[in-house]
């Protein structure tokens, strides 16, 4: 299999800089018509210039590509509605979507403001929102469409000073569950990667072993997959970096089952804590049904078990 993108129009919030530059260029050198978007801030997300997405663009058409710059921001619906504009303008279509972009501002959560918070919503979480609530529509009438959120480590373990950082990115795999579903018989996939990479954003965090291996391409690699026509695989999250590549899963444990004719005292939940945390046999569900359904099944399991 030879995985190209010839005739696909895809487009990557924050292709200025970082990864989203490199999943611009991977696609572009496999045949994708590119819309560039990118604020051209700072890593907080302030500011603004013309310069990392028409830098982006240049790079794309000097090897050949075709691309387009977008200089929207990702932080209101009318700027997702631009983005994705922009990709009908240029190319007449869009089936692609990289959710991308990304500020980060660190604080304790004691001294973190309200603003500070938002800043960070408004752009993981909202701008995903907003671009692919824009380009969602027309995925829906083509019957086709390739959607990859941004999530992250952060979110998806923890991390100290990255409340706002990490509450939106965990998020996105709330977003990407639904989307799944939604997206699932018109040939629409919706997967998250939890990229590990040496950018701008991430240079402080890196130590100096690790750092240098940790290129965008490696996850532009796998971005490249999940964005193929070939890969059907939906609402998978795929932690990438440095050539390794895992997915991370939410899974339920086989549970314990107090009966259903009244409520266990604390104290009786305390003495099988063990065995309620227990994931040896836990499992994934397809959607919250599956969840409930497993629970409730063990539930009037028990009832009939009690009955004798
Ligand atoms: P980066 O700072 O190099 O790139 C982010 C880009 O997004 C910048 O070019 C910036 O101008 C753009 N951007 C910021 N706010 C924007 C807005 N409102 N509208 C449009 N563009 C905007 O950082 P990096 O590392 O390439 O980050 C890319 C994504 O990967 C982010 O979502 C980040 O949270 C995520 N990520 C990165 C990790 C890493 O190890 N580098 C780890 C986990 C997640």
Redesign the pocket.
Known sequence: MTIRYDNRVAVV??A?????RSHALLLASRGAKVVV?????S?E?RGGSHS?ADAVVAEIKAAGGQAVANYD???TPEGGKAIIQTGYDAFGRVDILIN?????IQNSFRKMTVEEFTAVVD??LM?AVYCTRAAWQGMLDQQYGRVVM?T???GLFGGHGLGNYAAAKIALVGLMNTLKLEGRNRNITVNCI????T????TEAMDDKTGPL?Q?EFVSAVVGLLCAEEHTGTGDIISAGAGYYSKIGIIEGAGVCFGADQAPAPEAIAGRWAEICDLSQAQPFDDAFGSVAYSMRKVLRGLKDAKG
């Open positions: 919030t924050g200025g800089n970082g990864l989203g978007n990118d604020l051209g801030g890593v997300g990392a921001s990702v932080t991308n972009a990304g500020n980060n752009v993981h701008g941004t992250s480590a952060a939890a990229p590990m990479a950018t701008r954003m991430s940790l965008p």
